[in-house]
């Protein structure tokens, strides 16, 4: 029997109750994911924020399958053939200096078995949209981080793949060619239109380039709040400096400062948290 057009296929990525447990040489436990779910829609873009050792990373890892959760389960949606399924950017660039340019942009579609010529192709043409194609012979070496990291976007957004996995990719940028690189990412996403998940710390970020953002607090590390952003696309940059934005953005700083515990009153209450976020 035929499925019929309209059915829903379901969601591209779903977790379901992750839990991740890691033990220290000393024996201790470490609950690092304590009963995560979500479920990512086709072609969307979701953020997660959390502080620092809450399990983004982890709960990263575990949703590409570079790292087996302990309980749970991780399920690409049915059919999704291409191999690989999943492409990571990372915040070191994961660029590889022995290969050239074109050949780290090629590298995802030469591993999924793709000849030489046609991975190359596919390769130049994502050098050309992150503007790299000047450089396409020359060595990673002889690019700046910026430069680096447009690379590592453009080897993942010509893997093919169908599902982008990044973990603070502009984390490692100064903060302008961060701006840059956001809106980079932003046209080549509204081109694309891959799934893709980002961890980041800066919730601007995440409110700029997401349709939802994920908040996660930790130990055990788990997702809180969920916001959708509202915000109609195409984005630019500037919707950063309207007021819906600043209102958002100040909803998602206290859903990761979490519940207020009331402070008692002492000489030092008052005593500063050392300054937030963005
Ligand atoms: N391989 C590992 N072995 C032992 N503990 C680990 C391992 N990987 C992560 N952890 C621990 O799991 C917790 C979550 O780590 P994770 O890197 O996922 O956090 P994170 O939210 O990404 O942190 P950050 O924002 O600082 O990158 C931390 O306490 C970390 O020390």
Redo the contacts with the bound molecule.
């Keep these: 029997m035929n499925t019929p057009a309209t059915e829903n296929p379901g969601p591209v990525l779903a977790a379901q109750d992750i839990d991740?447990y890691?033990?220290?040489p000393e024996g201790e436990v470490?609950h690092?994911?304590g009963g995560v779910s979500l479920a990512v829609e086709d072609g969307e873009f979701v953020c997660v924020v959390?502080?620092?050792?809450?399990?983004?990373?982890?709960?990263?890892?575990v949703l590409g399958g570079l790292?087996e959760a302990s309980g749970g389960s991780v399920r690409l949606r049915p059919g999704l053939s291409v191999v690989p399924p999943v492409a990571f950017v990372f915040q070191d660039f994961g660029v590889l200096p022995w290969l050239t340019v074109r050949a780290n942009a090629a590298f995802g579609l030469r591993m999924a078995g793709v000849g030489r010529g046609l991975s190359e192709r596919v390769a130049d043409r994502w050098l050309g949209r992150v503007g790299l194609s000047e450089f396409a012979d020359a060595y990673p070496g002889r690019l700046s981080g910026g430069m680096r990291q447009r690379l590592a976007l453009a080897r993942a957004f010509a893997s093919g793949s169908p599902v982008l996995l990044m973990?603070?990719p502009l984390g490692a940028l100064d903060p302008q060619t961060r701006l840059e690189m956001q809106e980079h990412l932003l046209e080549l996403w509204q081109l694309e239109h891959k799934t893709v998940v980002m961890?980041t710390?800066s919730i601007d970020e995440a409110l700029l380039l997401g349709d939802r953002v994920l908040v996660?607090s930790?130990r055990p590390?788990t997702v809180t709040d969920t916001f959708t952003v509202p915000f109609p696309r195409p984005r630019t940059p500037g919707i950063q400096d309207t007021p819906a934005f600043a209102r958002l953005r100040v909803r998602v700083r206290q859903a990761l400062r979490g519940p207020r515990i009331p402070a008692q009153r002492t000489d030092d209450a008052d005593a500063g948290t050392g300054g937030g976020e963005e």
């Design positions: 991740r890691f033990v220290s470490l690092a994911l959390g502080p620092s050792g809450c399990g983004k990373s982890t709960l990263l890892r790292d973990d603070e961890v710390h996660m930790g590390g």
